[in-house]
């Protein structure tokens, strides 16, 4: 009588046994290429999960996945795919902890995008994160304006780290309060401090029209100083 399962289907699928090196060179090219497809994307796409962490969570789920639901999916194809996966997370895991630019190259590295009150435009700009996402960010952190921030770094896990101000040294910034922010014009009205709408650069100003001296634009928005509360 025939057996009720037919292992060498199950196991294979009627594959030849040199399909397993297949496999193997495929999980290689599917990792590389899903670490880099995420490092493209940015941090912000896999915020609290390390992209590294991500490109494993996804291999290991579309590895478990195909044979659980397709026949013709083999259960020694995915246990490659599983101890490969495995493999290069621990060889990845030993690199990074002895290569500093290794760990820059899959991670990321931590990137200031506030300084002293102003925006860092050069590196904001290598980052996808947009400018109304990262408004809202620090405004859950109860920032009314750039003044408020002396220090503000976007980490490779994509979370912002903020550093204020203590309320004695709280300077006139850019307002971050969208009643406030989309007040902006090409000319200034009265005379006082008025900011940047966009690297948040402050200064006091006459009437009149006006051109950034730090990114060259000329829409600004009247600062205010407020202290923080919360």
């Known amino acids: ?37 995420l490092r493209i994307t940015g941090k912000r796409g896999v915020r609290q999960l390390s992209i590294f962490e991500t490109v494993i969570i996804i291999a290991l789920g579309s590895a478990a996945g195909d044979p659980m639901f397709y026949e013709d999916v083999g259960i020694l194809p995915a246990l490659v795919v599983f101890a490969t996966i495995i493999m290069l997370y621990r060889a990845v895991t030993w ?11 899959v991670e990321g590295k931590t990137v200031c995008l506030i300084h002293e009150g102003r925006f860092s435009t050069s590196e904001f700009s290598k980052e996808t994160l947009a400018q109304d996402e990262f408004f809202s960010e620090l405004r859950s952190r109860s920032t009314e304006h750039l003044g408020q921030v002396r220090k503000a770094y ?5 979370e912002v780290s903020i550093f204020f101000y203590k309320d004695d040294e709280v300077k006139y910034g850019l307002p971050l309060l ?3 922010y989309y007040k902006k014009s090409k000319t200034v009205l009265s005379e006082g401090y008025h900011s940047c709408s966009f690297c948040g650069n402050t200064e ?27």
């Not at 399962?5 to 290689?28: D, G, K, T």
């Not at 690199?95 to 190259?105: A, D, I, N």
């Not at 976007?154 to 994509?158: K, M, T, V």
């Not at 006006?210 to 919360?230: A, Q």
């Open 204 to 230: 006091i100003l006459q009437p009149g029209p006006h051109i950034c001296p730090v990114c060259h634009k000329d829409e600004w928005v009247s600062s205010i100083n407020s202290c923080r509360i919360g």
């Open 178 to 180: 969208p009643e406030l």
């Open 1 to 37: 009588m025939k057996d009720i399962l037919e292992w060498e289907r199950v196991l294979l699928n009627e594959l030849p046994p040199i399909f397993l090196v297949e496999v193997l060179v495929r999980s290689v090219i599917m990792f590389v290429f899903l670490l880099a497809a």
């Open 95 to 105: 690199l990074t902890g002895k290569s500093q630019f290794f760990e820059k190259m």
């Open 154 to 158: 976007l980490e490779p896990s994509g």
